[in-house]
């Protein structure tokens, strides 16, 4: 078996740390159920007979929508085992996604909740031949004669998988368009683990408190991936709670965290005044922050959080900042031999310093980088270009290099517009009106002007729905808050913004 599997990654973790701590599971209902790595082993060993008997065997796709629970973990590393490959997608898909995603991947197996089955049902129709249907807590792990997972036989020894062996195909989140389907490896997963284990300095002794969704690249990448690397353990939350989310990581005994911007704020807003601050080690954000809202939230975890930037494609993190004292709005500099480059939208070329170019990452396809967008070579080819260096992945999202190097987020290509020839970012105007008074989050669009070319609107969700902010005095913080040309030229008032799983704003829906 070839080392650079996750398959091995994961078996070399058993075999060294078998005794330790890896699963603490907090269902909704606060019971908390543990696992060591030899127990849930074991899991892995029962879950991986039940795929194979339903019809895993290698190269065969696994259907998962699950929220967040053991079995998620189990049939993840079972078909690593298996050499299968698993499609995790939103719990909450409607029919019509279910059937889309399923006509694309054609799964042997599925795999939904008892109680999202008659909507899961409804998608796959009779597409797929098997379907487990689970309970989403510890009793579909725990060897429950009930369990569809309770499988016929344990399998231990694992299928002899290749590193470039197909492991998963993640739908992205949609933020700017309808999702793709992200081609991912054994090996892939094998290759974030240890990058992202030494990112984040992580020991056998760490705890990471996951709540964001499994189905989505952050809780497997930046989260479990790495402790299994080294032994460390995972608390996994079955939702996330932002007024339980404090005391949940003190009470699961967290030392390390990750979010993202959105739900960031949420935790602010709700967590109690008198919640005493936590005491973690490190806590990795994504997308950024007002200056305000990172003070606050660093006071909250004890620890000030290190902003990231990645992607689903990039597997691995791209930057992160690893300054002595990291700030609210910088996504760092390379890490872990990354190499980049910041090209000008236009000519190509490298952008001048603290002008916003389009961000490209070197890197190998299967390895540090995606293979490619399922069935959809136009696009993979659009993405992708080859030099005598490796392979060049256009990410489009935009970011600006100051004069030491170190990078800040605008936001994607599509974000940024020009306001009178002057370049607006969208991403940047929320951060900043996320943090006006009474304003508990916001989206900015750009709309078409004839006099300006375009201009920014917001769309803002009040901190109190009783009492929300008047659209003069939104003006006239603005006024004092933000560039003339940066300033919302109209105020809408909405309940709330459409999000992604993870709290991303799907701006492509504000307003429609």
């Known amino acids: 078996m070839n080392s650079a599997t996750f398959q091995h990654t994961w078996d070399s973790a058993v075999h060294r740390h078998a005794d330790s701590p890896f699963l603490v599971f907090r269902a909704e209902s606060g019971e908390v159920t543990e696992w060591t790595y030899g127990e849930f082993d074991a899991v892995v060993a029962r879950t991986a007979g039940a795929l194979r008997a339903a019809g895993a065997g290698p190269g065969a796709a696994v259907h998962v929508a699950l929220r967040n629970c053991p079995a998620f973990v189990a049939l993840w590393l079972a078909a690593a085992?298996?050499?299968?490959?698993?499609?995790?997608?939103?719990?909450?898909?409607?029919?019509?996604?279910?059937?889309?995603?399923?006509?694309?991947?054609?799964?042997?197996?599925?795999?939904?909740?008892?109680?999202?089955?008659?909507?899961?049902?409804?998608?796959?129709?009779?597409?797929?031949?098997?379907?487990?249907?689970?309970?989403?807590?510890?009793?579909?792990?725990?060897?429950?004669?009930?369990?569809?997972?309770?499988?016929?036989?344990?399998?231990?020894?694992?299928?002899?998988?290749?590193?470039?062996?197909?492991?998963?195909?993640?739908?992205?989140?949609?933020?700017?368009?309808?999702?793709?389907?992200?081609?991912?490896?054994?090996?892939?997963?094998?290759?974030?683990?240890?990058?992202?284990?030494?990112?984040?300095?992580?020991?056998?002794?760490?705890?990471?408190?996951?709540?964001l969704p499994l189905f989505h690249a952050n809780a497997q990448y930046y989260c479990f991936a790495p402790a299994i690397a080294v032994g460390a353990s995972v608390a996994l939350s079955a939702a996330f709670s932002a007024s339980g989310w404090a005391a949940h990581a003190r009470e699961l005994g967290a030392t390390h965290a990750s979010l993202f911007a959105a739900p960031v704020r949420m935790v602010l807003a709700r967590t109690a005044v008198d919640e005493p601050p936590l005491q973690l080690e490190h806590v990795w954000f994504a997308q950024s922050l007002g200056a305000e809202h990172y003070e606050r939230f660093a006071r909250l975890v004890g620890t000030r959080p290190r902003q990231l930037y990645g992607m689903t494609e990039t597997v691995a993190i791209v930057t992160a900042d690893a300054a002595q004292h990291p700030v609210h709005d910088a996504i760092g500099t390379p890490v872990a031999g990354r190499r980049i480059r910041v090209a000008d939208p236009a000519t190509g070329n490298e952008a001048a310093p603290g002008a916003p170019g389009e961000l490209h990452v070197l890197g190998t396809p299967g390895r540090d980088l995606f293979v490619g967008y399922l069935d959809d070579q136009k696009t993979t080819?659009?993405?992708?270009?080859?030099?005598?260096?490796?392979?060049?992945?256009?990410?489009?999202?935009?970011?600006?290099?100051?004069?030491?190097?170190?990078?800040?987020?605008?936001?994607?290509?599509?974000?940024?517009?020009?306001?009178?020839?002057?370049?607006?970012?969208l991403t940047e105007v929320e951060a900043a009106v996320a943090q006006a008074p009474g304003v508990l989050e916001a989206a900015v669009v750009g709309v078409p002007d004839p006099v300006r070319d375009t201009v920014p609107v917001a769309y803002v969700v009040a901190r109190d729905p009783h009492d929300p902010p008047r659209a003069d005095d939104l003006d006239e913080w603005a006024?004092?808050?933000?560039?003339?040309?940066?300033?919302?030229?109209?105020?809408?008032l909405i309940d709330e913004l459409p999000r992604t799983s993870v709290g991303k704003v799907r701006r492509f829906r504000v307003g429609n």
């Open 81 to 211: 085992r298996l050499g299968a490959w698993m499609v995790p997608v939103d719990p909450a898909s409607s029919a019509r996604d279910i059937d889309r995603q399923v006509r694309r991947v054609r799964p042997a197996v599925g795999v939904c909740a008892s109680a999202r089955e008659a909507v899961y049902h409804e998608g796959t129709g009779d597409r797929i031949t098997e379907v487990l249907v689970l309970g989403e807590d510890a009793c579909d792990v725990n060897g429950d004669a009930e369990s569809p997972l309770s499988g016929v036989e344990f399998v231990r020894k694992g299928e002899p998988v290749r590193p470039d062996d197909r492991l998963a195909v993640m739908f992205t989140s949609g933020t700017t368009s309808e999702p793709k389907g992200v081609v991912l490896t054994q090996a892939n997963y094998a290759h974030v683990a240890t990058v992202m284990a030494e990112a984040a300095r992580l020991r056998p002794r760490h705890r990471w408190h996951v709540t």
């Open 381 to 425: 080819a659009r993405s992708f270009s080859n030099s005598s260096e490796g392979t060049w992945f256009a990410t489009g999202d935009l970011v600006s290099r100051d004069a030491d190097g170190v990078l800040r987020f605008t936001g994607r290509v599509d974000d940024v517009i020009k306001v009178s020839g002057e370049n607006v970012s």
């Open 479 to 492: 006024a004092r808050n933000l560039a003339p040309a940066a300033r919302p030229r109209a105020w809408h």
